[in-house]
């Protein structure tokens, strides 16, 4: 019971006091019952004028059927837009309506979809909820907009929804979840010519933009993945703005474009030469618009190139003619939202002639269990775990509790070094020590304090990959030559690859136990 509640103890004090403070008054609210009735407001709709900057993948393939997080169902007879036997989150997506920004839809089908959600709309519950909200007014007004749309039906659903939003802010969460509700109150005031939402989305986005984007561009969730979905909707107000001048003052359009830069900035130097994002922290494949797409988008609403270090957000990444090192030498990130962080600190990732070999395990889901528990682990990193614990303590689907800190931080032309406290309940340090040079990477891991503890380095491979061990040299490919100096024990198992939601695939890791110190040689054959 005391361990439950140092947790939680743990975990409310990085919360900001507005967190707190809104979840006290939405859980009291909904305690009492107080309900709102947001459909008898008066509006007018002023048009807007919109052209799709991006095309989403395929997740409406006609009539009833749709496949969201590669997960496909077809509906008999009507839509059911409360269906959750796949999981919240694959409820979320239905009511997301993305699927109006793809290539394929036709004008037709995504009116049929809209008026039918418009029927059940009283009896809508997840997506009623806030961020499904905020996706769903922006997805909305794109397409009745470029459709050149005359529904008083639908727009009383769009107005009903904004109605709510402003009403139901997502100020217990912040993050992401946050600027969504921004963005989609910016589109709001756009199309309802409405001040009040337009001061309202304004102070958030300006607010939370400066929060939020970090000084090398970073988005502070430390996620790609969220970094790219948050970059794409800054984007689409920008491209809002670009075709409706009128609205705003030149200023903001200013601001906007500033951050952009910023964004797209570190995505191109995160990106991997494939065009892949690193899987790191909450990331996956196949979700969002890519890194290409997001850049040709930017290049369509005159993003300038802005040239920036990766630093702040603690990400490193080395590229050279033969292989690209991606390091992690961050912290949780955002303090008080880590919802999408991992126990993975000083994880490296490596791509070598353009293929992954050394890889992050990934996320397969969102739901809670053990599997998810999993994926967040230290142990499904490449990085050490002492007395198979976690350097950061996450549990729930999306709780951090201790955390652990970066506590020296140095580094030079062709190495990089540092040191955190995640297992200072153990009284020991670990710092990790990389150096390379164009054929070799050297990987110094150091424990100090209470030397006598179990430690395990873990590397993870491709499932494409084929991994022999013979005697202490691990080969891979025949691309990589891995020795350890100082192992107490080297073994090959395995793990579940999880490159995007609901797949995985068998593949091998190597988990290298040792005491004090060990040396790990990455001989890479050119």
Not at 157 to 183: A, Q
Request: glycine share 4%.
């Amino acid at each position: 019971m005391w361990c439950k509640i140092r947790i939680l103890l743990n975990t409310i004090c990085y919360l900001r006091p507005i967190q707190i403070l809104y979840q006290v008054y939405y859980r009291f609210r909904k305690f009492l019952g107080v309900q709102k009735n947001y459909s008898n407001k008066r509006f007018t709709i002023s048009k807007l004028n919109w052209t799709d900057g991006i095309h989403y993948s395929m997740s409406f393939f006609g009539k009833r059927k749709f496949k969201f997080l590669n997960q496909e169902f077809s509906f008999n007879d009507e839509i059911n837009w409360n269906y959750s036997d796949l999981g919240k989150l694959w409820n979320y997506n239905l009511n997301y309506f993305d699927f109006l920004n793809q290539k394929e839809i036709k004008k037709e089908d995504g009116l049929r979809l809209m008026r039918h959600f418009a029927d059940a709309y009283k009896d809508i519950r997840n997506g009623k909820e806030s961020y499904p909200t905020s996706l769903r007014i922006v997805n909305w007004i794109k397409f009745i907009s470029k459709n050149h749309i005359k529904d008083d039906d639908l727009n009383k659903i769009v107005k009903e929804d904004s109605e709510r939003l402003i009403s139901n802010l997502e100020y217990h969460i912040l993050g992401n979840h946050f600027f969504e509700n921004g963005c989609a109150l910016f589109f709001s005031s756009f199309y309802f010519d409405d001040k009040s939402y337009l001061s309202k989305s304004l102070k958030i986005l300006i607010n939370e933009l400066d929060e939020q984007i970090l000084n090398d561009g970073a988005h502070f969730e430390l996620s790609p993945m969220y970094h790219q979905v948050v970059l794409l909707r800054l984007l689409d107000c920008i491209n809002l703005i670009e075709l409706n001048p009128d609205k705003v003052d030149i200023s903001i359009a200013k601001t906007f474009r500033h951050k952009a830069s910023l964004m797209v900035s570190w995505l191109k130097q995160i990106t991997f030469s494939d065009g892949s994002i690193p899987l790191v922290n909450d990331s996956a494949q196949n979700v969002y618009p890519d890194s290409v797409k997001l850049i040709e988008y930017s290049k369509k609403t005159n993003i300038k190139e802005c040239l920036t270090s990766l630093s702040e957000s603690g990400y490193r990444m080395i590229k050279n003619i033969d292989y690209e090192l991606m390091i992690d030498v961050g912290e949780i990130g955002a303090s008080y939202q880590p919802a999408h962080a991992h126990a993975d600190t000083f994880n490296f990732l490596l791509n070598v002639k353009g293929n992954s070999l050394i890889v992050d395990a990934g996320i397969s889901t969102y739901n809670h269990s053990k599997k998810r528990f999993l994926e967040r682990s230290t142990r499904s990193h490449n990085t050490v775990s002492v007395n198979d614990e976690n350097s950061s303590e996450v549990w729930g689907n999306f709780r951090v509790g201790n955390r652990a800190k970066i506590l020296e931080l140095i580094g030079g032309e062709n190495f990089i070094q540092a040191s955190h406290n995640g297992y200072k309940k153990f009284n020991i340090i670990h710092q990790r020590r990389w150096e390379w040079e164009h054929d070799c990477i050297l990987i110094n891991d150091k424990l100090t304090g209470n030397v006598s503890e179990n430690a395990k380095a873990y590397f993870h491979f491709h499932p494409q990959s084929s991994v022999s061990q013979i005697h202490d040299v691990i080969k891979v490919n025949e691309d990589l030559e891995i020795d350890f100096t100082n192992a107490d024990g080297i073994r090959i198992t395995d793990y579940n690859y999880s490159p995007t939601f609901n797949r995985s695939f068998d593949a091998l890791c190597i988990e290298v136990k040792f005491t004090e110190y060990l040396v790990t040689r990455i001989k890479i054959n050119t």
